[in-house]
């Protein structure tokens, strides 16, 4: 009897080593090729996306190079099964300048565009986009305050349409000489405008190479207010925006 216990107990730590490796091996699979968890840390892309969201970025939507695998384990050059974005996605990327850093920006220049910024309004190819003003919106401070701030709905070139923040009046990139974005790479800006590092600032961000884009944003799976932790199960009920569950990123 104890001999046959022990081959049950044997066995069944088998089953659990077997089973628990196969739900490794897909989540792996899941996250190397189709859909990989992030979460916003900062409020570059308010209103958009909120400090706290926790979003899935689609893999697969620009094909694959060396940064779709986990910790880049091998090393390639180009894409496969490239597909290029479209101007307006809302697209994480590998930071040029760091490339040990994700970035999440929205794509507003093409390789071979033109894009300037000239009193706040975003130009391509020098014609400025619909810029259209809307209801102020209402910052969320972790102190309870609430700041109004000034939103835009911008329309681009192919139909997207989406809400910038202006924070400022004549804020430091409000006016920028004109950016002629390399082949092979794109222009990427915060939707936060004057609380943004992105491609206006050369130095820091830049041109984004193809190669460096890892995914698109697709849609928030959960959403706790700044400032609180998603593992504090015991503030839910206050804590989680419930709205943006489940809500996609456009």
């Not at 259209?132 to 939103?151: C, F, L, N, T």
């Not at 990427?188 to 995914?215: I, K, Q, W």
């Amino acid at each position: 009897m104890a001999i046959i216990g022990q081959e049950k107990q044997e066995g069944g730590w088998a089953e659990f080593l077997r089973v628990g490796f196969q739900a490794l091996l897909i989540a792996l699979i899941i996250r190397t090729f189709l859909f990989q968890p992030f979460n916003i840390p900062s409020g570059s892309m308010k209103a958009t996306l909120l400090v706290g969201d926790y979003l899935f970025v689609s893999k697969y939507s620009y094909g694959y190079s060396r940064y779709s695998l986990p910790f880049a384990i091998i090393p390639f050059s180009g894409r496969i099964f490239g597909s290029e974005p479209q101007r307006g996605d809302v697209v994480v990327f590998k930071l040029p300048k760091d490339d040990s850093v994700d970035y999440i920006k929205r794509v507003v220049g093409l390789p071979g565009d033109r894009i300037q910024m000239i009193d706040g309004i975003l130009h391509i190819n020098g014609t400025p986009v619909k810029h259209e003003r809307i209801a102020d919106w209402i910052s969320e401070d972790p102190d309870g305050r609430g700041q109004h701030v000034k939103r835009w709905r911008e329309t681009l070139p192919n139909g997207v349409v989406y809400e910038t923040l202006d924070l400022v009046d004549n804020g430091f990139y409000d006016n920028t000489p004109v950016y002629q974005v390399p082949p092979g790479h794109y222009f990427m800006m915060g939707d936060n405008r004057d609380n943004s590092t992105d491609s206006r600032v050369l130095s820091a961000v830049g041109y984004v190479p193809y190669d460096n884009l890892v995914g698109r944003a697709q849609m928030i799976f959960f959403s706790v207010e700044e400032g609180t932790h998603a593992w504090e199960i015991w503030t839910w009920p206050w804590s989680v925006r419930w709205s943006r569950i489940f809500s996609f990123v456009r």
